[in-house]
Structures are given as structure tokens and as C-alpha cells.
């Protein structure tokens, strides 16, 4: 029997609420799809790191690995000042397990969900790939003469031949695997970053000659948030860089809904991969009931699909936009017209 055992990092703010509604599905699904999974709970974030100074441990970690996936709710805490939780936990995660891709999927389940005025599903069903392990996320920089008036902050991008074509690779072969409309599209700025992108573009054209069934394309990155506006259903696949891929799912989040709905993968496409809602831990939220896990729910189908689980992962699919279209009044905090665990009830119910 296909057995799993799953990583759960509750983490933060409502993180551990949303998880619980994505367990709750996750219970159901494997009882119908017919496989196993054990899970081990990791107690990360803030509330730890103000207890005893930990983030992410070496031993943490050593646990971590020998699991099959990972799902986290979220990372971040008033308390905490910003930066020592996102590079000690999240960013740590990400580099020490090598999750060089940052899968993000775009896509509306209900027309008037959208902020755009006439965009409907059928225009905004994208995938954003964000390279997820170097450019400006290696932290390489200085200050030089600091706290001075002559003061120089370098903040360095960092593009390696193999890591920018090992992202392109999988790109490559997802928008063959997905089969939509088999179109990739770069988003870059080689008009200014000419290191960089040069570097990003030669990479992206080598590489297409061995995919001849996909169509490429380009676009930068300024152009390409006007786009996500105006003609959302130009895109099918997009490739990109960790600083403008973060930048650009931010408003992908947005058009498809909301944060309330929008999940992402940490893939290392040989290794083990971490899912996650991408909203945060919504500190004004927590402990409220408010809070929508759709998100973490559909983080948890991601992970699902990972795990080879694709017909259980459609299942989740389908039950969220049921729900989606039927029931809910809003996908916002407090607005939804259903508490998170009822919302997590009811997924659970159709799936089964
Ligand atoms: C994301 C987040 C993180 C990032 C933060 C929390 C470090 O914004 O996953 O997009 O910048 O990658
Ligand atoms: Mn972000």
C-alpha cells in the first residue's frame, strides 16, 4: 500500500488553524484514495525562536529529511523582528533541502472573485515557476562606510549557469507535462539587468531548441505585471527569477482571488519538497476562526499531486471549486460566510 510520512510545521499566527482543516481533508482523502501517511508535527517559529532562541535547527533538519513531504502553515510573529524568522526558518528550509523551484498556480475558480472587471476562469489558469534558490535570496552584499554619509548598501544577485538552467529545465518540462497551450514565457528586464538576464535569455534559448513542442517568449517583468492585469490569458507558463517571481505572485494571488486561496510548492524535483499557503500568518486573525483554509487545503492537494497522488489531488480540486462557486460569499478573512473549520468540514464532506 502507498504509505507517506508527511512533515507538519503548524508554524505561526493562523498557520496552525489552516493546517488543521487541511489534515482533516488530507484524513478523508486517504481513507477514499486508498493510501496511508503518518505525519510528525515540528514545532518552528516564533514562539519557539522567543523561548529559546532556536530557528531551524542542524537537528531539526536530520528529522526533517526523512519524511516524504513537508506542509507549513506560515512563518512570522509581531514579536519577532523582521527578517530572523523568513531567513532562519522559511529561507533556511528552502536552501538547506535545495527547493530550487517555487511553483505557483494562478488560477480563478469564480469569476466574480476577481478584482479585474470581465476576467473570467477561463482567462486567468497560469503557472508561475519562480526560481527559488539563488539572485537576490543568496544574500550576498555589504555595507561599506557604514552609518556614514558616503554609505554603500550592495545587494548582490546571484545567477549561476546550473541553477538558472536547472529552473528553465523543469520549467521546459512542465509546460510539456501540463499540455495547455504549451507556451513559456520568460519574465525578465534584460533592457537594464544586463548581467543577469543576459545570462537568464541566452540560457532560455539554448535550452528551447531542445523542447521544439514548446513555444517561448518573453517579457519583462514591469511589462508583465501590466499584463497579469489586462491580458491575464497571454499567459499559460512563466518562468522567472526568486526576487521578481515573489514580486509577481504577489499579484497573481491577488487575481486569482486572494491570499485566502492561493497555495505554492517548494519543489526539489529529486529530493523532498515543502507546500505552503501563501498569505502568512495573519497575526490580526489568529485564534479567530476568520481565517480561509482553502489555501493550506490546496497546498496540501499540491502536495498530493507530488506525491503521485493526482487523482486524489483532482478530488481536492474539484471539492474547492464546488464550494468555491456554491457556498462561500467571499474568499477574505471573516467574510466567507463559514467558519475555518467549517469550511474544512465541508471539502472534507465532498471529497468523501
Ligand atoms: C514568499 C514569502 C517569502 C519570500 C518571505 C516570507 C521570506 O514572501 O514565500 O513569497 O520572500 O520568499
Ligand atoms: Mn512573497
Not at 513542442?213 to 517579457?219: E, F, I, L, P, Q
Not at 492585469?229 to 527569477?241: A, L, Y
Request: glycine share 10%.
Amino acid at each position: 500500500m502507498r504509505d507517506y510520512s508527511i512533515a507538519v510545521i503548524p508554524g505561526d499566527g493562523t498557520g496552525p488553524e489552516v493546517i488543521n482543516e487541511a489534515l482533516k481533508v488530507l484524513s478523508v482523502v486517504s481513507t477514499k484514495f486508498g493510501f496511508k501517511y503518518r505525519t510528525e508535527q515540528f514545532n518552528l517559529g516564533g514562539d519557539r525562536y522567543l523561548e529559546t532562541g532556536e530557528t531551524l535547527t542542524d537537528a531539526d533538519l536530520e528529522r526533517l529529511k526523512v519524511h516524504s513531504a513537508i506542509l507549513l502553515g506560515a512563518i512570522g510573529h509581531p514579536n519577532v523582528k523582521p527578517g530572523i524568522l523568513e531567513k532562519g526558518i522559511l529561507l533556511k528550509l528552502r536552501f538547506s533541502l535545495d527547493q530550487y523551484i517555487n511553483l505557483r498556480p494562478v488560477k480563478l475558480y469564480r469569476a466574480d472573485f476577481c478584482p479585474l472587471k470581465d476576467k473570467t476562469p477561463e482567462d486567468i489558469d497560469f503557472v508561475v515557476i519562480r526560481e527559488n534558490s539563488e539572485g537576490l535570496y543568496k544574500g550576498l552584499g555589504e555595507f561599506q562606510n557604514k552609518d556614514t554619509p558616503e554609505e554603500v548598501a550592495l545587494q548582490i544577485s546571484h545567477n549561476t549557469r546550473a541553477g538558472v538552467e536547472r529552473c528553465l529545465r523543469y520549467a521546459f518540462e512542465y509546460c510539456q507535462r501540463r499540455n495547455k497551450h504549451k507556451k513559456l514565457t520568460l519574465c525578465g528586464k534584460t533592457n537594464v539587468l544586463t548581467f543577469a538576464w543576459d545570462l537568464w535569455q541566452r540560457t532560455f534559448e539554448a535550452l528551447a531548441k531542445e523542447y521544439p513542442d514548446v513555444t517561448t517568449d518573453y517579457a519583462h517583468v514591469d511589462a508583465t505585471t501590466m499584463w497579469f492585469v489586462k491580458n491575464p490569458e497571454w499567459f499559460d507558463v512563466i518562468v522567472t527569477d526568486n526576487m521578481f517571481g515573489d514580486i509577481i505572485t504577489d499579484l497573481g494571488a491577488m487575481i486569482q482571488g486572494g491570499m485566502g486561496i492561493a497555495a505554492g510548492g517548494n519543489i526539489n524535483p529529486q529530493g523532498l519538497s515543502m507546500f505552503e499557503p501563501i498569505g502568512g500568518s495573519a497575526p490580526k486573525y489568529t485564534g479567530k476562526g476568520v481565517i480561509n483554509p482553502l489555501a493550506a487545503i490546496c497546498a496540501m492537494g499540491m502536495m498530493l499531486e507530488n506525491l503521485g497522488e493526482a487523482e486524489a489531488a483532482g478530488a481536492i480540486e474539484a471539492a474547492v471549486i464546488n464550494l468555491v462557486n456554491e457556498k462561500l460569499q467571499s474568499l477574505e478573512a471573516g467574510k466567507m460566510g463559514f467558519s475555518t473549520s467549517e469550511i474544512g468540514d465541508m471539502v472534507a464532506a465532498a471529497v468523501a
